[in-house]
């Protein structure tokens, strides 16, 4: 009987141990995931680093990991697609803008906020260290031998009459690239953007294989049901991508869903 009983016991640490282990890994190890879009427009391998809802987190000191796992990609460039920190958290807010100065003194960093990070004092700090924030405004840019037009917004609501034409003439001759912190895509597409980057979702914190994000907020199951929850998605030679963050709110609960760095390289299709 004893010895049933220590086994038992034996067996639920062991489970505990797992379930802890498997926490930790979700919640506070990075996964760069790497995806491919082609353009006509684009005439060089262009690599983009996004990162999205750090919600004040970091990992290692100073955001060490991060940073050194962002240089390891050799980005052109960084978007940063808000919610960096987490309204109310002046340490997160610390965090957020000690990573983008340092980022940005290496790379050319451009930003937009969500609904947590809208602040302007914030927005006045990242300008004078070298972030470009483009809330509601776009900058012409030249990688290598490609031009891209980049656009940014800073809605985390949207009215039934909004309208990207009413705030931006697109450019039809470069590859256009919108950064949105919310991922609504199917309201951009009017507007013919080549490249949308998105955030917000959290890629639906709690996943599963083959089945995707469990529950977003709104819906069960957002991925089966054909909602843009986290990845890279193309819809009438359009994309977007949505990432899946790299912090938590309100609460750390990532299941298969471990916090991201998200390289898209542009590839010219000749």
Known sequence: MKKR???HLSTLLLLLLLIIFGWWVNNHTLSVNEYEVKSELVNDEITIVQLSDLHGACFGKGNKTLIDRVSAQAPDFIA???DMFTHGSENGKRNALELLCTLAEKY????VNGEHDDDEAFFTLLRENGVNVLNYEDEVITVKNTQLHLYGIDNVYFPPHFDLDNAFKKDEQTFSILLSHMPEFERFKLFGMEL????DTHGGLFRLPFVGAVYDGNTVFPDLNGEYVKGLYEKDGQFIHVSGGLGNYPVPVRCWNRPEIAVIKLQPDK
């Open 108 to 111: 050319p960093v451009y930003y």
């Open 80 to 82: 940063v697609t808000g």
């Open 5 to 7: 009983k220590k086994l």
């Open 196 to 199: 949308t980057l998105s955030g």
